[in-house]
């Protein structure tokens, strides 16, 4: 059993429900994006190979997952609430295209070390933080 499906399946036993088909086929299928992604494009991408698959079971596992620590969901100010893997994922930020929607990840210690100078100043002790920069990617800015 994979690490991940591990968890899920610790996860799952702990809170009384059933590590099924339809879940794994979710978790493999989720596990093998690298972006970030919506609960309707997982569900377009499963229905591509007609698993049989709802669109509510994938809202549903998708919040599992996140419940568990397989998964972080993100608001972008779009309205849609997307996800990404965290397992083996490190801390990053993002840059966010707000023509396209085009989302790139970063990560850069020099801005890392400053926010905890920022924090460090004004006394506060951080647990989380998210950058998000909003602008236009190379593409939509040419």
Partial sequence: MKREEKILSDYLSANNLKFTQQRKV?????????????????????KKKDYGIGLATVY???NIFSSCGLAQQRQFGDGQS??????????HDHLLCQQCGKITE?????IEELQKEVAKEKGYVVFTHKLELHGLCPDCAS
């Avoid at 979710?26 to 499963?46: G, M, P, Q, R, T």
């Avoid at 970063?106 to 020099?110: I, L, Q, S, V």
Wanted: glycine share 2%; aromatic share 10%.
């Fill in 26 to 46: 979710i978790l493999d299928a989720f596990l093998s994006l690298e972006h970030h992604v919506s609960a309707e494009e997982l569900y377009d991408k499963l």
């Fill in 60 to 62: 549903r596992t998708l």
């Fill in 106 to 110: 970063f990560e850069n210690k020099h």
């Fill in 82 to 91: 997307r996800y990404e893997h965290e397992v083996d994922h490190g801390h």
